[in-house]
């Protein structure tokens, strides 16, 4: 991809902002603050569209509690389609971690979040939303 460079006009306050957020994030430079703000804004925009994405969706939970284990194994062949994988690690005797890849349509993402994330038994849980191109 080619790289090009323009000129920006900012009050001296909001680039005060800008260089305090380089700084505290970690970036090289202005210009990586400003891509990783414009690909959060390309990422918004696509899940606000209901266009094809993909996130991962993270959650913890006590493997002891309840039906969770067929629970979420029963959501996730509801929903087998969106599902690219899932990785599951026993973090110790009861805590289980698992990170679900997604990958589609994102209101059908957000409704097998939505159906995992509020599951009996889970402890914390996210949705991370990216996109698939
Ligand atoms: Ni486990």
Known sequence: MAIKRFG???DEEVLATLDRY??????????QVIRSLVEQYIVDNK?????EVAGA???LYDHHKSDILVKLNEIQHDY?????????????????LEIIAVKGRARL?????????????????????SKAE
Do not use: P
């Open 8 to 10: 920006v006009s900012i």
């Open 22 to 31: 380089v700084r505290e994030n970690n970036f090289a430079n202005r210009s």
């Open 47 to 51: 899940w606000q569209k209901n266009e």
């Open 57 to 59: 969706i993270v959650i």
């Open 80 to 96: 087998h389609e969106l599902i690219l994988s899932s990785q599951h690690f026993h973090l110790d005797h009861d805590t289980c």
């Open 109 to 129: 993402l957000q409704e097998v979040a939505d159906l995992i994330l509020s599951r009996k038994g889970i402890i914390h849980g996210k949705l991370v939303m």
